[in-house]
T-cell receptor, first 113, second 115 residues
Framework: AQSVTQPDIHITVSEGASLELRCNYSYGATPYLFWYVQSPGQGLQLLLKYFSGDTLVQGIKGFEAEFKRSQSSFNLRKPSVHWSDAAEYFCAVGARGNTPLVFGKGTRLSVIA | GAGVSQTPSNKVTEKGKYVELRCDPISGHTALYWYRQSLGQGPEFLIYFQGTGAADDSGLPNDRFFAVRPEGSVSTLKIQRTERGDSAVYLC?????????????FGPGTRLTVL
C-alpha cells in the first residue's frame, strides 16, 4: 500500500536557523515526490517536486529536498528559516500520469525570534 | 490567470441535510481532483476526473458522496444526509493532462461544518 510518513508533528526553530523536515514513503512503483506548504486559511502551494534525474531538487522560497531511494526518504531542507516560513508542510507521493496524491499527515513549523 | 476557485468558502449545515460544493478549475486543465482534509490530517483523496468522467472514485467514503463534472470543467461534490463526521475542509485541485506527474494546483478549500 502507498503511504507517506512524516515523523514530526510539530517542529520549532529559531529564525535564521537551519531546517530539515523528514518524509519517508512506501510506494510500489517509481515514486513522484512533492512537498506542499499550507498557510492558515490558504490552499496548498507546491514547494518542489522530484520526478527523476538529479536527486537534489531546488524549489521556491529557498527550499530544497533530497531523494534517497535506499532510505525511501525525501527530506525537505532550508539553510536559514524566516518567520514567514511558519506553516504546515506536507509531503506527498504519486505516480506517473495524472494520478491522485497520497499525503503525509503534515509537520507544523513554528518559528521563534 | 485565475487559480482554482471553490465556493462556498464556508458551509454550515445541520445533520441530515444535503450540500453541494463547487470547484472551478484552472482553464484548460483536464484533470480535476477532490480531497478531504480533516483537522490535523493531510488531504485524503476522494475522486478524480479526466474530462467529464470519473477516472477513479475509490476514495469516496460511502454512497452519500457523489461528484459530477458534466462539461469537463466545473465540478460539484454532493453530500447527502450529512453527518457530523463529514465536517472537514474539502479541497479541489486541477492539473494538465500530460505524460508525467503534472503539478496539481489546489484551491483554498470549502470548510464544511455539520452541526
Amino acid at each position: 500500500a502507498q503511504s507517506v510518513t512524516q515523523p514530526d508533528i510539530h517542529i520549532t526553530v529559531s529564525e535564521g536557523a537551519s531546517l530539515e523536515l523528514r518524509c519517508n514513503y512506501s510506494y510500489g512503483a517509481t515514486p513522484y515526490l512533492f512537498w506542499y506548504v499550507q498557510s492558515p486559511g490558504q490552499g496548498l502551494q507546491l514547494l518542489l517536486k522530484y520526478f527523476s534525474g538529479d536527486t537534489l531538487v531546488q524549489g521556491i522560497k529557498g527550499f530544497e529536498a533530497e531523494f534517497k531511494r535506499s532510505q525511501s526518504s525525501f527530506n525537505l531542507r532550508k539553510p536559514s528559516v524566516h518567520w514567514s516560513d511558519a506553516a504546515e508542510y506536507f509531503c506527498a507521493v504519486g505516480a506517473r500520469g495524472n494520478t491522485p496524491l497520497v499525503f503525509g499527515k503534515g509537520t507544523r513549523l513554528s518559528v521563534i525570534a | 490567470g485565475a487559480g482554482v476557485s471553490q465556493t462556498p468558502s464556508n458551509k454550515v449545515t445541520e445533520k441530515g441535510k444535503y450540500v453541494e460544493l463547487r470547484c472551478d478549475p484552472i482553464s484548460g486543465h483536464t484533470a480535476l481532483y477532490w480531497y478531504r482534509q480533516s483537522l490535523g490530517q493531510g488531504p485524503e483523496f476522494l475522486i478524480y476526473f479526466q474530462g467529464t468522467g470519473a477516472a477513479d472514485d475509490s476514495g469516496l467514503p460511502n454512497d452519500r458522496f457523489f461528484a459530477v463534472r458534466p462539461e469537463g470543467s466545473v465540478s460539484t461534490l454532493k453530500i447527502q444526509r450529512t453527518e457530523r463526521g463529514d465536517s472537514a475542509v474539502y479541497l479541489c485541485a486541477s492539473s494538465l493532462m500530460g505524460s508525467g506527474a503534472d503539478e496539481q494546483f489546489f484551491g483554498p478549500g470549502t470548510r464544511l461544518t455539520v452541526l
